[in-house]
């Protein structure tokens, strides 16, 4: 395991003497002088400033840009390895700081989206494509070093060129570094956090897939157990149980808002929708009873005992006939068939429960989790980790965050990881945003106030739009706290609830 500190970039004296004593504005070259940088393991492809508004054509997302230094590296830690950076850095107004930015699913592209809300904030911008290109897990097959760099190794080095390239570039290093990363860029949060900690001074981690193989197993289980037609879950079935279970448990919490305060104490049974007859409607039938709680259900490691959490209830709109969504079952079912049995025939008719779900937590199928809770060197270096997570989420399940959190909280006391970790579940929120409850929330500024200021959130004031118009804000609450009503006020407003103990 490389775990080296920054040395990778080396700077010629006469490019060091130029960028140091030049701003970017008065040396409009210094971008394509980086051509002359030398990376450690590394070649840098292209550096060349990118005016104002040049990416417009590139995609959504892309207008709007300010002018900046483009800057595309080839890492290469092994001879396998072929791992592909983007750097952007502003022109001029550098707010100083530096954010790399997180990909999804099996991560075989640069989210260039991402960067550029960065860059549009002031940051300089960084990220990866992991390693390979496209995004299913057939890079894997035969090249374990590939494999390494997906699971940690390119968000790691990445890091360190990066940083190295932004020191190059403006003359000096940036004074705090974050990063920022939903979904499986939530599952990167969770290994820099666990494996280098002196990588980022603040880490955001969304509804993160740091249970990597134990979402495979789950979404590929339920797949398996849906995959004959009677036992589906069409759509009109999904809302009949999302309803009934909205019925059992919105009061849980005190009031009666169309969300599910906390899921955890939803005892909900699906056996109340069941139909009493043959041909009965609006009701489920025995098999589809069973599939609802099949999904809801933990599976449990057989060989480690180790609990692989299930879909929370209220989160049925987002489900599809097979359970889980499509991302996710696709997921799973790479992560079978390319990483535990190494067969690219290999398809979900072929799962067996009982001899294949402890196979995940083995060899390189385990090195994908970002479930270690020793967090105590990035406790003590200061660094801070902000986690949220929806509850409505239908891909990642968000019991498996609430798992992690414990565990933490196990291990170092309440008291001390709040000072440095902090975990906010969203109800009604689905996947990295959507669904029913408030889902839009700035956690970058909430992050800044916290590394920056010392100012730990104590809430994250969140909202919801329907037509691009805001219907509904609520706080997001530290958990195990919640959003209680305080018996007066519109129960559509966040100045109408506190947060406290559940």
Same mark, same amino acid.
């Given at each position: 395991?490389?775990?080296?500190?920054?040395?990778?970039?080396?700077?010629?004296?006469?490019?060091?003497?130029?960028?140091?004593?030049?701003?970017v504005?008065?040396?409009?070259?210094a971008?394509?002088?980086?051509?002359?940088?030398?990376?450690?393991?590394?070649?840098?492809?292209?550096?060349?400033?990118?005016?104002?508004?040049?990416?417009?054509?590139?995609?959504?997302?892309?207008?709007?840009?300010?002018?900046?230094?483009?800057?595309?590296?080839?890492?290469?830690?092994?001879?396998?390895?072929?791992?592909?950076?983007?750097?952007?850095?502003?022109?001029?107004?550098?707010?100083?700081?530096?954010?790399?930015? *997180?990909?999804?699913?099996?991560?075989? $592209?640069?989210?260039?989206?991402?960067? &550029?809300? +960065? #860059? @549009?904030?002031?940051? =300089?911008?960084?990220?990866?494509?992991?390693?390979?290109?496209g995004?299913?897990?057939?890079?894997?097959?035969?090249?374990?070093?590939?494999?390494?760099?997906?699971?940690?190794?390119?968000?790691h080095?990445?890091?360190?060129?990066?940083?190295?390239i932004?020191?190059?570039?403006?003359?000096?290093?940036?004074?705090?570094?974050?990063?920022n990363?939903?979904?499986?860029?939530?599952?990167?949060a969770?290994?820099?956090?666990?494996?280098?900690?002196?990588?980022?001074?603040?880490?955001?981690?969304?509804?993160? *897939?740091?249970?990597?193989s134990?979402? $495979?197993?789950?979404?590929?289980?339920? &797949?398996? +157990? #849906? @995959?004959?037609?009677? =036992?589906?879950?069409?759509?009109?079935?999904?809302?009949?149980l999302?309803?009934?279970?909205?019925?059992?448990?919105?009061?849980?919490?005190?009031?009666?808002?169309?969300?599910?305060?906390?899921?955890?104490?939803?005892?909900?049974?699906?056996?109340?929708?069941q139909?009493?007859?043959?041909?009965?409607?609006g009701?489920?039938?025995?098999?589809?009873?069973a599939?609802?709680?099949?999904?809801?259900?933990?599976?449990?490691?057989?060989?480690?005992?180790r609990?692989?959490?299930?879909?929370?209830?209220?989160?049925e709109?987002?489900?599809?006939?097979?359970?889980?969504?499509?991302?996710?079952? &696709?997921?799973?079912?790479?992560?079978?068939?390319f990483?535990?049995?190494?067969?690219?025939?290999?398809?979900?008719?072929?799962?067996?429960?009982?001899?294949?779900?402890?196979?995940?937590?083995e060899?390189e199928?385990?090195?994908?989790?970002?479930?270690?809770?020793?967090?105590?060197?990035?406790f003590?270096?200061?660094?801070?980790l902000?986690?949220?997570h929806?509850?409505?989420?239908?891909?990642?399940?968000?019991?498996?965050?609430v798992?992690?959190?414990?565990?933490?909280?196990?291990?170092?006391?309440?008291?001390?990881v709040?000072?440095?970790?902090?975990?906010?579940?969203?109800?009604?929120?689905g996947?990295?945003?959507?669904?029913?409850?408030?889902?839009?929330?700035?956690?970058?500024?909430?992050?800044?106030?916290?590394?920056?200021?010392?100012?730990?959130?104590?809430?994250?004031?969140?909202?919801h739009?329907?037509?691009?118009?805001?219907?509904?804000?609520?706080?997001?609450?530290?958990?195990?706290?919640?959003?209680?009503?305080?018996?007066?006020?519109?129960?559509?407003?966040?100045?109408?609830?506190?947060?406290?103990?559940?």
């Amino acid at each position: 395991m490389n775990r080296r500190s920054w040395s990778g970039v080396a700077i010629s004296c006469a490019l060091a003497a130029i960028v140091a004593r030049s701003t970017v504005a008065s040396a409009p070259d210094a971008c394509e002088r980086l051509r002359s940088l030398t990376l450690e393991g590394g070649t840098i492809a292209q550096s060349a400033t990118v005016e104002a508004g040049g990416l417009a054509q590139a995609g959504a997302g892309m207008s709007n840009l300010p002018a900046f230094c483009r800057v595309m590296a080839t890492l290469k830690p092994t001879p396998d390895s072929d791992i592909k950076i983007e750097v952007w850095m502003p022109q001029a107004g550098w707010n100083g700081k530096f954010q790399a930015v *997180g990909n999804g699913a099996w991560s075989g $592209s640069i989210p260039s989206g991402a960067m &550029a809300n +960065a #860059l @549009r904030r002031g940051y =300089a911008t960084a990220s990866t494509d992991t390693g390979h290109t496209g995004n299913t897990a057939r890079f894997a097959l035969g090249h374990p070093e590939k494999l390494t760099d997906f699971a940690w190794r390119s968000v790691h080095e990445m890091t360190l060129a990066a940083k190295g390239i932004v020191t190059a570039f403006y003359g000096r290093a940036a004074k705090v570094s974050f990063w920022n990363g939903c979904s499986a860029g939530g599952r990167q949060a969770m290994k820099e956090a666990q494996m280098f900690p002196a990588d980022y001074d603040g880490i955001i981690a969304g509804s993160p *897939g740091l249970d990597w193989s134990g979402r $495979s197993t789950q979404a590929v289980h339920v &797949a398996h +157990a #849906l @995959r004959n037609e009677d =036992a589906q879950l069409p759509p009109q079935a999904l809302q009949l149980l999302h309803d009934a279970v909205v019925r059992a448990c919105d009061a849980n919490d005190g009031l009666k808002d169309g969300l599910i305060g906390d899921p955890s104490r939803c005892a909900f049974d699906p056996a109340t929708l069941q139909c009493k007859a043959a041909g009965d409607t609006g009701c489920l039938t025995p098999a589809q009873v069973a599939s609802a709680r099949t999904v809801y259900a933990t599976a449990v490691n057989p060989k480690s005992s180790r609990r692989m959490p299930g879909l929370a209830p209220g989160s049925e709109r987002g489900w599809t006939p097979l359970g889980w969504t499509a991302s996710a079952r &696709a997921t799973g079912q790479d992560h079978f068939r390319f990483i535990i049995f190494k067969d690219p025939d290999w398809d979900v008719s072929r799962f067996n429960p009982e001899t294949d779900t402890f196979r995940v937590d083995e060899g390189e199928s385990a090195a994908l989790n970002a479930i270690d809770a020793n967090l105590e060197p990035f406790f003590l270096r200061g660094g801070k980790l902000l986690h949220y997570h929806g509850w409505s989420d239908p891909q990642i399940s968000p019991f498996a965050s609430v798992a992690y959190y414990q565990q933490v909280v196990d291990r170092f006391g309440a008291g001390a990881v709040a000072a440095s970790y902090r975990l906010f579940m969203a109800p009604g929120m689905g996947h990295c945003g959507g669904g029913e409850g408030p889902n839009d929330f700035d956690a970058l500024a909430a992050l800044e106030r916290w590394v920056e200021q010392g100012k730990a959130p104590d809430s994250i004031q969140a909202a919801h739009a329907t037509n691009g118009r805001v219907d509904r804000t609520s706080p997001l609450c530290p958990y195990p706290q919640v959003a209680k009503y305080r018996g007066s006020g519109s129960v559509n407003e966040a100045q109408s609830f506190i947060c406290a103990a559940r």
